[in-house]
Structure formats: structure tokens, C-alpha cells
């Protein structure tokens, strides 16, 4: 069993909850701007929920980038989108503010990690 095919369910799983919970429970207690900032997050995670399927589906990367790529996605999701959820439920940003931006960096290092594989691929 691949163990990110199944944390990739999960995630998915839980982006849709997230999601649902923010079109419906949260519309009319977060202002615009907060609900924006979530639906972000929801957002990301999603796309990056599909992506880490894709790269646990495919054949032409090893193991070992396959558990690079996919690690980076998930801690990069974890901290990209966990902040913003955290921030929308009360933290404090100034406590925090720091965390969204690694998370998007290095879900940034996993696209790229994950270009450089193809390139790899391509030349061999």
C-alpha cells in the first residue's frame, strides 16, 4: 500500500469537509475577507491533494522522489493551508504570520522538485 495515496485521500476528503463547512456554517460569521482567505486555503489544499494523487500514481518517478515530492506537498499544505485555517478560527496572526509563507515555499520546492524529475526523465 502507498501510504501518500492514502493520506491523499484523507486530505482530499477533509479539504471537501472544510470546504462544505466554509460555504455554510461560516458565510455568515467570518466577514468577506476572511471567508476569501479560507476559501484560499481549501483551495490550495485541493489542488495540491490532486497533484500529490498524480505523483503517487505515476511510473516514471522512483520511490524516492515520489516520497520527496510528496512530502513537501504535505507539509507545505499543512503549513500554507493550516495557518490560514487557524488564523480564520481565532489565532492571532502576528503569532503566526511567518507560517503561511514557508508553507508556500515549500510547496513552491515541490513543484520543483517534481520539474526537475521530468527533466531528468526527459534527458535520460
Known sequence: MNK????????GALTIVLGAFGAHALKDILSPMQLTSFETAVRYQMYH?????????YTGFSEKNKKSISNLFIIGMVLFSGS?????????PNTIWFITPLGGIILIFGWLLMGKCFVIKSTK
Request: glycine residues 4%; proline residues 4%.
Open 49 to 57: 491533494v490532486i497533484v500529490l494523487l498524480f505523483v503517487n500514481v
Open 84 to 92: 490560514i485555517y487557524a488564523i480564520t478560527f481565532g489565532v492571532p
Open 4 to 11: 501518500y495515496l492514502a493520506i491523499s485521500s484523507f486530505l
